[in-house]
């Protein structure tokens, strides 16, 4: 179940700047070294200073680094986590070096999921659940127990996830299923799991709510939570969305603090084994619905300004395409069915620009263009061409389709945004087995080709594989089976 929100869901403007002088990097320079500007125009700076520098022909993005390992690698924010996050990596330096590494776990503490959390002006940190239903607050510098806190004796719980992004997160449990006997009896399963919402500054507990099929309906399969939507999903291929707003003002039934007496506890303290957090959000009825959406795969997205939504209809002769309609009206906007006719073995993608600009992003193997969201219509800002031209000027119409991705040919894998230096990193492959790929830096507003840099490793499309552009560092993990590894690209200068 995607929600809303999780990608570019904020209200903006796309407004074309006046015209300026352009200013070299030594003005710039120069600039900063007066000490009079501000923290937000310094940082522009720094970061136009870097654009260009890793735009120069002198300057390349060199292998310096590779890891294995028998768990799987994660990347964030300038750190590469390995053994389910016990080990971590900084990549500030020139080659990655150890940050920290945890004490071993046993199978009852594993970690199952994580978040890494910065605020300003505070101290980083990374919020780690555990299979024991403990999450911890660590330093995200030195790993330090910072804070604990005892979820429930009688929820499992599993997965971690962001509302807001860096302001209030949720913790979700596992499905209830009944057991075979249970179903044997005819004894039904009402509820289907429950979801914690917590404040990240300070770590303070928002509340429990039980998701049950009592309240939601029979059909109900997931939900996430999602710029303050709950979003459920149903298996009639619909999804619901509702007001946590709301359901916190009207179903909540006392509040309460972590680590003190609540009398829901009998007097315990609050976010303490053995009786962690009680649930504290009651459903007497189901909230209002204030949206509600037919689609494949329960995917839907919202975003734009206009606010517009994604979706792709459950029937199966919409199947590959993608329907852009008004939030207000569900009205189709204009151009607002988008299929590329892939024929290939995987599927395009498509999503809202991460930059709030109101573009989407639309990406198939021979295909990369954005659209651009203009009142109730859309346009193409660019595409691949589809036709073949020899040297003298002959048009070759081909006799019959080969597959898009057909790994003789180059094939787009995936795009990067880059939303400090304003670049779009695409991943472009060719050959078959263990081809070649290239990362191709795009502007973003323009979609000009600036620059191409390759990796040293093949790529095998039939595995699975991340790639990461953070300013001067490029990170690409793979998993060949049940192996995963890590390969770290930095910036350095080529030639005097």
Same mark, same amino acid.
């Given at each position: 179940?995607?929600?809303?929100?999780?990608?570019?869901?904020?209200?903006?403007?796309?407004?074309?700047?006046?015209?300026?002088?352009?200013?070299?990097?030594?003005?710039?320079?120069?600039?900063? !070294?007066?000490?009079?500007? @501000?923290?937000?125009? #310094?940082?522009? /700076?720094?970061? $136009?200073?870097?654009?260009?520098? +890793?735009?120069?022909?002198?300057?390349?993005?060199?292998?310096?680094?590779?890891?294995?390992?028998?768990?799987?690698?994660?990347?964030?924010?300038?750190?590469?986590?390995?053994?389910?996050?016990?080990?971590?990596? !900084?990549?500030?330096?020139? @080659?990655?070096?150890? #940050?920290?590494? /945890?004490?071993? $776990?046993?199978?009852?503490?594993? +970690?199952?999921?994580?978040?890494?959390?910065?605020?300003?002006?505070?101290?980083?940190?990374?919020?780690?659940?555990?299979?024991?239903?403990?999450?911890?607050?660590?330093?995200?510098?030195?790993?330090?127990?910072?804070?604990?806190?005892?979820?429930?004796?009688?929820?499992?719980?599993?997965?971690?996830?962001?509302?807001?992004?860096?302001? +209030?997160?949720?913790?979700?449990?596992?499905?209830?299923?009944?057991?075979?006997?249970?179903?044997?009896?005819?004894?039904?399963?009402?509820?289907?799991?429950?979801?914690?919402?917590?404040?990240?500054?300070?770590?303070?507990?928002?509340?429990?709510?039980?998701?049950?099929?009592?309240?939601?309906?029979?059909?109900?399969?997931?939900?996430?939570?999602?710029?303050?939507?709950?979003?459920?999903?149903?298996?009639?291929?619909?999804?619901?969305?509702?007001?946590?707003?709301?359901?916190?003002?009207?179903?909540?039934?006392?509040?309460?603090?972590?680590?003190?007496?609540?009398?829901?506890?009998?007097?315990?303290?609050?976010?303490?084994?053995?009786?962690?957090?009680?649930?504290?959000?009651?459903?007497?009825?189901?909230?209002?619905?204030?949206?509600?959406?037919?689609?494949?795969?329960?995917?839907?997205?919202?975003?734009?300004?206009?606010?517009?939504?994604?979706?792709?209809?459950?029937?199966?002769?919409?199947?590959?395409?993608?329907?852009?309609?008004?939030?207000?009206?569900?009205?189709?906007?204009?151009?607002?069915?988008?299929?590329?006719?892939?024929?290939?073995?995987?599927?395009?993608?498509?999503?809202?620009?991460?930059?709030?600009?109101?573009?989407?992003?639309?990406?198939?193997?021979?295909?990369?263009?954005?659209?651009?969201?203009?009142?109730?219509?859309?346009?193409?800002?660019?595409?691949?061409?589809?036709?073949?031209?020899?040297?003298?000027?002959?048009?070759?119409?081909?006799?019959?389709?080969?597959?898009?991705?057909?790994?003789?040919?180059?094939?787009?894998?995936?795009?990067?945004?880059?939303?400090?230096?304003?670049?779009?990193?695409?991943?472009?492959?060719?050959?078959?087995?263990?081809?070649?790929?290239?990362?191709?830096?795009?502007?973003?507003?323009?979609?000009?080709?600036?620059?191409?840099?390759?990796?040293?490793?093949?790529?095998?499309?039939?595995?699975?594989?991340?790639?990461?552009?953070?300013?001067?560092?490029?990170?690409?993990?793979?998993?060949?089976?049940?192996?995963?590894?890590?390969?770290?690209?930095?910036?350095?200068?080529?030639?005097?």
């Amino acid at each position: 179940c995607h929600a809303p929100g999780q990608c570019s869901g904020s209200r903006c403007h796309l407004l074309m700047a006046p015209c300026r002088r352009r200013t070299s990097s030594t003005e710039l320079l120069s600039l900063r !070294s007066t000490g009079s500007l @501000q923290a937000g125009t #310094l940082s522009r /700076l720094n970061m $136009r200073i870097l654009r260009g520098v +890793i735009l120069q022909d002198s300057r390349n993005f060199i292998k310096v680094w590779s890891k294995t390992s028998k768990s799987s690698i994660a990347y964030e924010n300038g750190k590469i986590y390995f053994e389910n996050y016990q080990n971590c990596y !900084s990549c500030v330096h020139s @080659q990655p070096q150890v #940050l920290y590494k /945890l004490p071993k $776990r046993s199978k009852l503490e594993k +970690i199952e999921d994580a978040l890494l959390c910065q605020n300003c002006g505070v101290q980083n940190i990374l919020l780690v659940l555990t299979a024991n239903n403990f999450l911890y607050r660590l330093s995200a510098e030195t790993g330090e127990e910072l804070q604990r806190v005892y979820l429930s004796p009688h929820h499992k719980f599993r997965y971690l996830g962001w509302d807001v992004s860096q302001e +209030i997160f949720y913790v979700k449990s596992i499905q209830n299923k009944a057991t075979s006997l249970a179903r044997q009896a005819g004894i039904t399963q009402d509820t289907l799991m429950h979801l914690a919402i917590f404040h990240v500054f300070p770590l303070q507990i928002v509340g429990i709510m039980e998701i049950s099929k009592k309240v939601f309906g029979n059909g109900v399969t997931d939900v996430v939570l999602s710029q303050g939507v709950l979003a459920v999903s149903y298996s009639s291929k619909s999804v619901k969305l509702y007001s946590f707003e709301h359901i916190v003002n009207k179903y909540m039934t006392k509040k309460f603090a972590l680590g003190q007496k609540s009398s829901l506890h009998g007097g315990k303290t609050v976010g303490e084994a053995p009786l962690g957090i009680p649930v504290n959000i009651h459903f007497s009825d189901c909230p209002p619905v204030l949206f509600e959406v037919s689609c494949s795969d329960n995917s839907v997205q919202i975003g734009g300004y206009p606010w517009h939504y994604i979706y792709t209809p459950p029937h199966k002769y919409h199947k590959g395409t993608h329907h852009i309609c008004s939030l207000v009206d569900s009205v189709l906007a204009t151009n607002g069915i988008q299929d590329m006719k892939c024929c290939s073995l995987e599927t395009d993608w498509i999503s809202f620009h991460p930059d709030d600009s109101g573009r989407i992003i639309h990406v198939g193997p021979k295909w990369f263009p954005k659209l651009l969201i203009h009142g109730s219509g859309f346009h193409r800002q660019q595409a691949a061409s589809q036709v073949s031209v020899t040297s003298s000027g002959r048009t070759v119409k081909r006799r019959f389709d080969l597959l898009d991705d057909d790994p003789e040919h180059e094939t787009f894998r995936m795009v990067e945004y880059e939303d400090e230096l304003d670049l779009l990193a695409v991943v472009v492959t060719e050959g078959e087995g263990e081809g070649r790929a290239e990362v191709r830096l795009h502007d973003n507003k323009s979609g000009k080709l600036l620059r191409k840099l390759h990796l040293v490793e093949p790529w095998d499309e039939t595995f699975r594989h991340e790639l990461f552009f953070d300013k001067d560092t490029i990170v690409h993990i793979e998993q060949k089976n049940n192996n995963f590894c890590c390969h770290v690209y930095k910036l350095q200068a080529t030639r005097k």
